[in-house]
Structure formats: C-alpha cells, structure tokens
C-alpha cells in the first residue's frame, strides 16, 4: 500500500526557513502529480506546490511564489518543500498527496488519491 510520511516541521521565527520532506513508499508508478497542501482550523484546504512527474513542471500558490520551492529525489522517493522568507499566515499542517498519471496540467485537491497525515509548521511572530 502506498504511504506517504511527512516530516520536517517545526517552530520558527518569521523570516526564518524550514525544509519539509515526504518519504513515499509502496508506489511504482512511473508518471505521478506530487503535491504540497495546507491546513489551518476553520479554514478550508490550500494547494501550496505541485509538481507533474512527466513534464516537471510546476505550481505555486501566488501566497507562496517566490519563496516556496518543491523538488524530489527519485532515488530516495522522497519530495521536498523549501520554504523561506516564512511568515505568521505560513502557519499550518502541511501535508504531502500522491495521484498516479501522466499529467500536463494543475491536479486539483480532490484528485489526489493518496495523502499523508502531515507535519504542523509555526511561524512565531
């Protein structure tokens, strides 16, 4: 079975940076669309980053553009989001989603057939 654990979070000071990483397992697939999503109490779910394996291209939320970055390993099947410059509203749980395919356009939330069950980031004022 497919599972995707995210780790990586934390507290940090705003304008300070942390890298979150999703190590995935049990998925053999060639082509995948990777996202990065994030959620706050009372406040519906944010599409963060996305990438599309066949094309490797990329998707940013206008929030974070600039300075979120997403990348993966193959070798170690594990995704990455860089995230500096990290302000107060950054605050949430991240978390990683996986959908099988060849893709070469956005893959909305809902799409995404599997999910990890997050890593909480705090950005202290």
């Known amino acids: 079975e497919v599972q995707l654990v995210e780790s990586g979070g934390g507290l940090v000071q705003a304008g300070g940076s942390l890298r979150l990483s999703c190590a995935i397992t049990g998925f053999t697939f060639d082509d995948y669309a990777i996202g990065w999503f994030r959620q706050v109490p009372g406040k519906e779910r944010e599409g963060v980053s996305c990438m599309n394996s066949a094309d490797r291209s990329t998707y940013y939320a206008d929030s974070v553009k600039g300075r979120f970055s997403i990348s993966t390993d193959n070798a170690k099947n594990t995704v990455y989001l860089e995230m500096s410059s990290l302000k107060p509203e950054d605050t949430a749980v991240y978390h990683c989603?996986?959908?099988?395919?060849?893709?070469?356009?956005?893959?909305?939330?809902?799409?995404?057939?599997?999910w990890g069950l997050g890593t909480q980031v705090t950005v202290s004022s």
């Open positions: 989603a996986l959908l099988a395919g060849t893709f070469y356009h956005l893959i909305p939330p809902y799409d995404y057939d599997y």
